[in-house]
């Protein structure tokens, strides 16, 4: 079964601090994956996505991931974040066959 | 507009009375599945569906169950609703699971309180 972990549940950061989230999964097999991102009040979406190729995938607000296969990592960056990035964000792992593993979510608080 | 509707958005029920929270998308997408999102807990995914006619359990399915009868629409049905389902519930639309543009397009969520 396919499992995703984030290390970080509650993160508090100043403005223009650099951001890194964990994330790490479990699947032997091919995985797309995800970071998604919650605003409060809000539904999810997406952030950036990993699908082939070059594992340093860049997304929306500047934010960028890094896939490291052999760490079976997924870990979320970005240089200076704002006020406006506190959220909670999720690491998600699809499969082929459709089932979507999300993981337990991180809470990033930026405080102005 | 590209979406994914859900109704209703709040609903308080009682034990064991059935309910259907309905899902539909505009995109045209075979993929669609269901989460419920609890504190500290993540997105759990429920049943998903690759295709019309197609369904699979996800990882917490117990108590729940799904149709996909046209390619639009994905309900969720509770028989009979007991406490430990109260949840925010997000149904979720995607392209088809391995091509490039597989992202999931989310509702705006249902929330469910059961007494």
């Known amino acids: 079964a396919q499992s995703v972990s984030q290390h970080n549940h509650h993160v508090i950061l100043s403005e223009a601090a650099s951001l890194e989230l964990g994330c790490n999964y479990s699947y032997g097999g091919t995985v797309n994956l995800f970071w998604y991102v919650q605003y409060p009040g809000q539904h999810l979406q997406l952030l950036l996505k990993?699908?082939?190729?070059?594992?340093l995938v860049k997304g929306i607000k500047g934010f960028e991931a890094e896939f490291i296969k052999s760490k079976f990592s997924f870990n979320l960056r970005k240089p200076s974040v704002q006020w406006s990035d506190t959220a909670e964000y999720f690491c998600a792992v699809n499969t082929n066959a459709g089932k979507s593993t999300f993981g337990d979510g991180t809470t990033l608080t930026v405080k102005p | 507009e590209a979406q994914v509707t859900q109704n209703p958005r709040y609903l308080i029920t009682v034990t064991g009375k059935k309910l259907t929270v309905t899902c539909s998308q505009n995109m045209n997408h075979e993929y669609m599945s269901w989460y419920r999102q609890d504190p500290g807990l993540g997105l759990r995914q429920i049943y998903y569906s690759m295709n019309v006619e197609v369904t699979d359990k996800g990882d917490v399915p117990e108590g729940y169950k799904v149709s996909r009868k046209e390619k639009r629409n994905f309900p969720l049905i509770l028989e009979s609703p007991s406490p430990n389902q109260t949840s925010l519930y997000f149904c979720?639309?995607?392209?088809?699971?391995?091509?490039?543009?597989?992202?999931?397009?989310f509702g705006p969520g249902t929330r469910l309180t059961v007494l």
């Open positions: 990993y699908f082939s190729g070059d594992p």
């Open positions: 979720a639309s995607s392209e088809t699971p391995g091509q490039w543009s597989n992202e999931q397009f």
